[in-house]
């Protein structure tokens, strides 16, 4: 009986528990990162100049645009816990609750938007294809008989199965290891976004960007899809408003990629 009694306690304390923490914490998302004092966004770290890791820290373009907007939110940009996502890893990231929200060069298409929300965009990015500079390829349809490196889970997988859909694919997790691929001769080019392709161009001589752009990428913040997340969109799309108005996007931008355009 005393058994008995004890496990009804149990549950009924668990039970309890529960109540009062799901009454503390807000359901709407604006109201519980305020709540919380603290915002959990998706970055990533294998994506320079937008977000890698410099000194030890975060940093990069989309990490400012991360933190300018704990300082909106949250009255400090400080106020931000970053958890590392991939391009591969970052939906199921958002959509299981492990963040808030992906800054992580993210573009808004139909596929994702299925599944997800997106705010507006934040920048504009396009797909393109390096090269080491002795090579010959000067199109994205002379890959339709060479080898091709991707990334897995971004956009460039579609692009070079539309425009070159004999090429040799190869897929790799993260930016370090499909630019391996390109070191040792195992890959005739990658396809990225430009703005990532500049980050290797940057650190290592010997390679360029063939000037074509496949797409035009829009990048946004990603958050999840609900009513719970409407009012977080709407302040967060004040917030990319007001950057974009006061000039502090541009600022950024010019920081972290001065030189993107010059780089073909
Ligand atoms: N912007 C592209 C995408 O969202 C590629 C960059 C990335 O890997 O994040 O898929």
């Keep these: 009986?005393?058994?008995?009694?004890?496990?009804?306690?149990?549950?009924?304390?668990?039970?309890?528990?529960?109540?009062?923490?799901?009454?503390k914490e807000p359901k709407d998302m604006l109201s519980r990162i305020k709540f919380r004092n603290k915002i959990v966004i998706g970055i990533k770290k294998d994506s320079k100049p937008?977000?890698?890791?410099?000194?030890?820290?975060?940093?990069?373009?989309?990490?400012?645009?991360?933190?300018?907007?704990?300082?909106?939110?949250?009255?400090?940009?400080?106020?931000?816990?970053?958890?590392?996502?991939?391009?591969?890893?970052?939906?199921?990231d958002l959509n299981s609750g492990k963040v808030d929200i992906i800054i992580a060069t993210m573009s808004i298409n139909a596929k994702r938007?299925?599944?997800?929300?997106?705010?507006?965009?934040?920048f504009i990015a396009g797909q393109a294809l390096m090269i080491p500079e002795d090579s010959k390829l000067n199109s994205i349809e002379n890959l339709n008989t060479?080898?091709?490196?991707?990334?897995?889970?971004?956009?460039?997988?579609?692009?070079?199965?539309?425009?070159?859909?004999?090429?040799?694919?190869?897929?790799k997790r993260n930016y370090e290891d499909v630019f391996k691929l390109l070191k040792e001769n195992k890959v005739d080019a990658i396809l990225a976004d430009d703005t990532i392709l500049y980050g290797f161009?940057?650190?290592?001589?010997?390679?360029?960007?063939?000037?074509?752009?496949?797409?035009?990428?829009?990048?946004?913040?990603?958050?999840?899809?609900?009513?719970?997340?409407?009012?977080?969109?709407e302040e967060l799309n004040k917030i990319i408003n007001h950057m974009q108005q006061s000039g502090k996007l541009n600022r950024i931008k010019e920081k972290w990629i001065p030189n993107l355009q010059k780089t073909e």
Aim: aromatic share 8%; net charge positive.
């Design 50 to 92: 937008f977000g890698f890791t410099k000194n030890g820290e975060l940093a990069g373009f989309d990490v400012d645009v991360a933190k300018n907007i704990a300082k909106r939110l949250l009255g400090d940009d400080n106020l931000t816990e970053f958890v590392d996502v991939t391009a591969d890893s970052r939906i199921s």
């Design 146 to 171: 060479r080898k091709v490196g991707i990334i897995l889970g971004s956009t460039g997988e579609k692009t070079i199965r539309l425009l070159a859909p004999n090429a040799m694919v190869i897929g």
């Design 201 to 233: 161009i940057m650190d290592n001589k010997g390679y360029k960007i063939l000037p074509a752009r496949y797409t035009r990428e829009f990048y946004a913040i990603a958050l999840r899809q609900g009513e719970e997340n409407k009012e977080l969109k």
């Design 113 to 122: 938007a299925d599944i997800i929300d997106f705010t507006s965009p934040y």
């Design 1 to 23: 009986m005393k058994k008995v009694s004890l496990l009804l306690l149990i549950i009924f304390s668990v039970f309890l528990s529960g109540c009062v923490n799901s009454s």
